[in-house]
């Protein structure tokens, strides 16, 4: 069992994928700081200052008085969709981000694969006798 577990963890496809959850993890928190500290500054200043979207909630409980999310979740249960909207916006450049990524490498590798297709080795001498054997033929008809 053990020599089996070593065998799935020396795959290249583990360790690329344990790479990615890390990088993934780092690359999670450079977006909620770009979503918290560049975005949002942003849209508040632009639908009239002070527009934050953390704070908003919905009180569950009659016992909920709070203004602030912190201090109402110790209060009883409240419904933090301004958190959600947060999370969605977080998601989305995460998504956009991905997708510019991937577009980015399909590209360089499209590419790649026509340069390797055009510096193929050269076809086998009897192919090559055919196509010359072929373009004779197509001289000689034309004439």
């Given amino acids: 069992m053990l020599n089996e577990f070593k065998a799935f963890i020396a795959r290249g496809n583990v ?7 890390i990088i993934g993890a780092a690359f999670s928190k450079i ?12 849209v508040g200043a ?3 200052g002070g ?7 919905l009180p569950l409980s009659s016992n909920v008085t709070a ?12 419904f933090a ?5 947060t999370v969605l916006i977080n998601f989305l450049i995460l998504a956009w981000i991905i997708f510019l ?5 399909n590209r360089v590798r499209t590419s790649m694969e026509k340069q390797e297709a055009a510096a193929a080795a050269p076809p086998p001498e009897d192919v090559q006798l055919l196509t010359e054997i072929r373009d004779l033929l ?3 008809s034309s004439v």
């Fill in 15 to 21: 360790m690329d994928l344990a790479v990615g959850v």
């Fill in 31 to 42: 977006v909620d700081s770009v979503v918290n500290d560049l975005v949002m500054p942003i």
């Fill in 46 to 48: 632009l639908t009239g």
């Fill in 51 to 57: 527009f934050d979207f953390s704070n908003y909630f």
């Fill in 67 to 78: 203004s602030t999310l912190a201090a109402a979740r110790e209060q009883g249960a409240v």
């Fill in 81 to 85: 969709y301004g958190n959600f909207i």
């Fill in 101 to 105: 990524m991937i577009r980015g490498v």
């Fill in 138 to 140: 197509k001289t000689r």
